[in-house]
């Protein structure tokens, strides 16, 4: 009976101690890992919404245009120089343009030169002799009475013949021409003034940025 006892006192004393020691607070002198201290300079992350509204310098909005045509290229090199230095992203382009070179007065087309030079032997009986044999863009011929730059000189030039007893027509004379062009863009309002006045007038004209 006493032997029982004991071991009831022992085993109650080891759930004492093992309750006292889980309540313990822990002990905050324990050892912590070692962390090596950041050296001077060290960049450090920052978050974007952490940075002050002026933190990101404001880039110039660039304004862009465009020069031309020019009818050269020794015309345009010329322009591109007078751009200057501050001139951005400047490239070169070309177009096809329908060019009206003027009004041919001339009668109308035969299939042959000795056609054409019996005509115009005519003509030179009727008292004209500025006249040639001339052959058009379908391989005929005709005999011209001028060309002429203005539509109301050319109509003065046919009624004239035509008063002289002849068949007279009126052409309109077009060709297709290579134009140039120069692209660019300026960040500075007064630069473009600049341009703008160092090239022939009205060639500069702004235009929206690609």
Known sequence: MIRLMVVLLLAANLLLIGLHVASEPPDDRRPVANVSPIPPGTPTLQLLEELAPDAYPEVAAQRCYSAGPFETVPTMIQAREALGPTAENVTERETE???????????PAVPS???AGEQ???????????????????GQYRVSLGYFLEEANARRRRDSVREMGFDVETRLKRESQTRFWLDYAFTDAAYAERAASALPAGQQREVPCS
């Not at 009206?100 to 007065?105: N, P, Q």
């Open 97 to 107: 343009a329908l060019v009206e070179l003027g009004y041919w007065v001339s009668l």
């Open 113 to 115: 030169f000795q056609a």
């Open 120 to 138: 115009m032997k005519e003509l030179n009986r009727a008292g004209l002799q500025d006249v040639a044999v001339l052959s058009d863009d379908d």
